[in-house]
Structures are given as structure tokens and as C-alpha cells.
């Protein structure tokens, strides 16, 4: 029996983890994974500030599999009619039971201009990408000579406050103040909706905003992009913002192999009867219909259930089967604002050391679960040379 798991992020790669230990010897178990690593993507604004971390967040899955083979491929299409998974390089796979995994790509809504013109935030070139075109508006904007700069400040826009362009937009307000250009730099992050971090808890929008506000960044809410060229980003209200750098967080959609669409599972996270999917590939409406936000979270959360499903109808093989159904709960919610952070588990918001301290805490946790002992302590060590707060809170233990 074959066994295919597409995409090594977060849903995949604990998916995986959990097969590798319950699914029958018999069977063979194959991940599929265009870059061979595992991305801790909910880190990766990070490694915009500080190109260091790449290594912390970037893990060879190779390094962590232990039974499952690892297939190193971009896949292109998944039949489920004829059971076959497609690759760039040609091959085909054969599956019996497979668990698509394979995370979302940045969503432009074909808005004119956006996409030629800013750059998105998925995957660690992009980081890299986002770190160049910054330190080109410092050395364009940056001079401590005022007269040779008294024309009009640089302008860096982030399009999109959730979770990656909050997070984004506070790394570059760091970045210009450990540069010494706050005055000469404005970071200006742009929302449709009339909040920050849409969707999530009104207390935590309230604290992501007071966060995003102490640390400079321009937040401008109602403000939705309806065009952009290469210099200018047009909003809903006919204001034009004359820009240096764009970054584009304002959205999802499906991944390519799936045509573009994140089809809705339900509770059981089937697709047909021998297809499984979870994570950002997908819309997941829960057992009690709750939709499930896309996020690092959910795709870890949904892995027991997926595993278990799967190993159900491997093992019942046509059959009848009696599949788990999943309940979304959220654990609550954590993000960095620069060197602060926000963090609600349950009704309470905390902010600043003890947020900034569970935000490392649960970094390095998911690491060292995820068998990359290497890579937490790494983490842990440049939180305690950076004297982070996870630390700093080490250090007082
Ligand atoms: C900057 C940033 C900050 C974020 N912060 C948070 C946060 O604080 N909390 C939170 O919960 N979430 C956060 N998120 C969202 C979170 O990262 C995603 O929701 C999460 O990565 C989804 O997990 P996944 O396993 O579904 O997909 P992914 O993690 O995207 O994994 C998909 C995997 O599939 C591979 N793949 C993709 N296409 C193909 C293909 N065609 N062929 C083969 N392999 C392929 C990819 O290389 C990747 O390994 C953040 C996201 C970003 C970008």
C-alpha cells in the first residue's frame, strides 16, 4: 500500500511524524516536498531583520524522517480519479491513500499592478528579497546629511495586516531604528478592513494596534489597494501613495497544484475516499462548523485527526470506516511586533517580556517536538546572545 504526504510545512511534516509510527509495516510511506526543508514560516518575517535565522528556521526533512522516504519535487496535479500525483520533472506517483499538505500561495486578487510591483512573503528568497530592497531605501534615504535628503522621506508599504504583514511591518519599523533612518523611513501598513489582524479577537486587535502604533508604523485601516505601478499604490478612496518598497501580505490562495483553489473539507478533512487534505490548502469548516482560520496553529492542530483517518481507511482498505471528526480549539494567539510581542490564551492579552518569552518558548518547543533538537537549541542560543527575553527570563531561573 502506498502512501503519499504532499508538502513538508507544518500540516504535512506532523502528519507524517504521526504515520511514521502508526501506519503498518506493509505500507510505504513517501513525503513529497519541492524544497526538501521545513519551513518554520510562522517565523519568517524574522529572517527578514536578521538573515542568520534562515538556518534556525529552515530544517533538512531528511534530517527528521525516520521511516518515511522523502521525495524531493514540485508536484504539479493531483488525479484523484486515477490516484496519481504529477511532478515538474515529469515522474508520476501512484498513491492509495494521500494527504494533500501543500499550503497556500500568496493571493494578488488581480489587482492591477500589485503583483508586478510587490514583493510577497512565503518563502525564505522572499525574506532575503524584502531585507535587499530595505537596505536600498536606507541607502537612498537614509543620509545623516539633511540637505541632501530634505525632498521627502522613503516610504516602505506593507499590503495586508494579518498575521505575516503585522509581523513584517514591525520587523522593518526595528530595522529602521537599529539603521538610525525612523525619521527618514516610514513604514506604512495598509488594511482594508477596519481593524488590524481581521478576524481574530477584538482584544487582540486592540493590542496588535497599540503595539504596531508604539513602534512608528503608519497603520492606515479602510484602506484598500486597487491598483499600483512603480511608483504609485492607488487606494479605494482615490489616495495615492507614492511608494519605494512594496511588500504584498493581503492574502491567500490555493495552491497552484490544486488550480488555484482551497477546496472546503469538513470535520473528517476528506477530500474523497482516499484523500485527505488539511492546513492552508484548504477551507476547513469544523465538526461543529466553525471555519478554521489558516495558520501554523490550525495545521499542527488538524494533524491527529488527518493521521488518524488515514490509518483507519488504510486499514479498513475499502471497507467500512469510522472516521474521527475534528474540533477546532484555538490555544489562543501569539505574534512579534518588533521586539514586542502579543500573546491571547483565553480572555487574557499579555504583551511585552512574558508574551515576547511564550513566543520563544513555543518556537523552540515545536522544533525540538518535530525531532530538530539542532535547531531549537539553536534558537534558544540566539535568543540568549540577543539577550531576548526568553533569555533574559532563562537567565532569572
Ligand atoms: C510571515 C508569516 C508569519 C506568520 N505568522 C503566523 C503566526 O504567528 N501564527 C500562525 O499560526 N500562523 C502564522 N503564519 C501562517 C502560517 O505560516 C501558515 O498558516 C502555515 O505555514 C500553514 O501550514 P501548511 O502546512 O498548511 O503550509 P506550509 O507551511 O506553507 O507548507 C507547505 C509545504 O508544501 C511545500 N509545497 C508547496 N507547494 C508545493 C508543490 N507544488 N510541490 C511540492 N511541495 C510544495 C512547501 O515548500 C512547504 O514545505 C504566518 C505566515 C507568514 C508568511
Known amino acids: 500500500m502506498d502512501v503519499l504526504v504532499l508538502g513538508g510545512g507544518y500540516a504535512g511534516l506532523t502528519v507524517t511524524r504521526k504515520l511514521e509510527r502508526r501506519l503498518p509495516a506493509s505500507a510505504t510511506l513517501t513525503l513529497v516536498d519541492d524544497t526538501g526543508s521545513h519551513l518554520v514560516q510562522h517565523e519568517l518575517h524574522r529572517a527578514v531583520r536578521d538573515p542568520d535565522y534562515v538556518d534556525e528556521i529552515s530544517v533538512p526533512l531528511a534530517e527528521i524522517l525516520d521511516r518515511a522516504a522523502l521525495r524531493e519535487g514540485e508536484v504539479t496535479g493531483v488525479d484523484r480519479e486515477s490516484r496519481t500525483v504529477s511532478l515538474a520533472d515529469g515522474d508520476t506517483l501512484d498513491y492509495d491513500y494521500c494527504v494533500v499538505a501543500l499550503g497556500a500561495e500568496t493571493a494578488f486578487y488581480d489587482v492591477p499592478g500589485v503583483e508586478a510591483h510587490a514583493t510577497p512573503l512565503k518563502r525564505l528568497e522572499h525574506a532575503a528579497e524584502i531585507r535587499r530592497e530595505f537596505e536600498a531605501?536606507?541607502?537612498?534615504?537614509?543620509?545623516?546629511?539633511?540637505?541632501?535628503?530634505?525632498?521627502?522621506?522613503?516610504?516602505?508599504?506593507?499590503?495586508?495586516?494579518?498575521?505575516?504583514?503585522?509581523?513584517?511591518?514591525?520587523?522593518?519599523?526595528?530595522?529602521?531604528?537599529?539603521?538610525?533612518?525612523?525619521?527618514?523611513?516610514?513604514?506604512?501598513?495598509?488594511?482594508?478592513?477596519?481593524?488590524?489582524?481581521?478576524?481574530?479577537?477584538?482584544?487582540?486587535?486592540?493590542?496588535?494596534?497599540?503595539?504596531?502604533?508604539?513602534?512608528?508604523?503608519?497603520?492606515?485601516?479602510?484602506?484598500?489597494?486597487?491598483?499600483?505601478?512603480?511608483?504609485?499604490?492607488?487606494?479605494?478612496?482615490?489616495?495615492?501613495?507614492?511608494?519605494?518598497?512594496?511588500?504584498?501580505?493581503?492574502?491567500?490562495?490555493?495552491?497552484?497544484?490544486?488550480?488555484?483553489?482551497?477546496?472546503?473539507?469538513?470535520?473528517?478533512?476528506?477530500?474523497?475516499?482516499?484523500?485527505?487534505?488539511?492546513?492552508?490548502?484548504?477551507?476547513?469548516?469544523d465538526a461543529d462548523g466553525e471555519p478554521v482560520p489558516a495558520s501554523a496553529s490550525a495545521a499542527v492542530r488538524a494533524a491527529e485527526t488527518a493521521a488518524r483517518n488515514v490509518v483507519a481507511a488504510a486499514t479498513a482498505d475499502g471497507g467500512f470506516v469510522d472516521l474521527a471528526q475534528w474540533h477546532w480549539e484555538s490555544p489562543g494567539w501569539l505574534i512579534s511586533v518588533g521586539d514586542d510581542a502579543v500573546a491571547q490564551i483565553g480572555p487574557t492579552v499579555l504583551t511585552g517580556s512574558t508574551a515576547n518569552a511564550l513566543k520563544s518558548a513555543v518556537g523552540i518547543t515545536y522544533l525540538a517536538e518535530h525531532g530538530s533538537l539542532r535547531h531549537a537549541l539553536g534558537v534558544l542560543r540566539k535568543e540568549m546572545d540577543d539577550t531576548g527575553e526568553f533569555g533574559e527570563l532563562l537567565k532569572r531561573l
Open 137 to 285: 531605501v536606507v541607502d537612498e534615504f537614509g543620509h545623516e546629511d539633511p540637505v541632501a535628503n530634505t525632498e521627502r522621506t522613503g516610504t516602505v508599504v506593507v499590503g495586508g495586516a494579518g498575521l505575516s504583514g503585522v509581523q513584517v511591518a514591525g520587523e522593518l519599523a526595528v530595522m529602521a531604528r537599529e539603521r538610525e533612518v525612523a525619521e527618514s523611513v516610514e513604514i506604512v501598513l495598509l488594511e482594508q478592513e477596519e481593524t488590524v489582524a481581521p478576524g481574530f479577537p477584538e482584544q487582540f486587535q486592540t493590542a496588535t494596534r497599540e503595539r504596531l502604533d508604539a513602534q512608528n508604523v503608519d497603520v492606515r485601516t479602510g484602506a484598500t489597494v486597487t491598483a499600483a505601478d512603480e511608483a504609485t499604490i492607488t487606494v479605494a478612496d482615490g489616495a495615492a501613495i507614492d511608494y519605494d518598497q512594496f511588500v504584498w501580505t493581503g492574502g491567500i490562495r490555493g495552491n497552484g497544484a490544486m488550480g488555484g483553489e482551497r477546496p472546503q473539507v469538513r470535520g473528517d478533512l476528506r477530500l474523497d475516499e482516499r484523500t485527505f487534505a488539511l492546513g492552508d490548502a484548504v477551507r476547513i469548516v
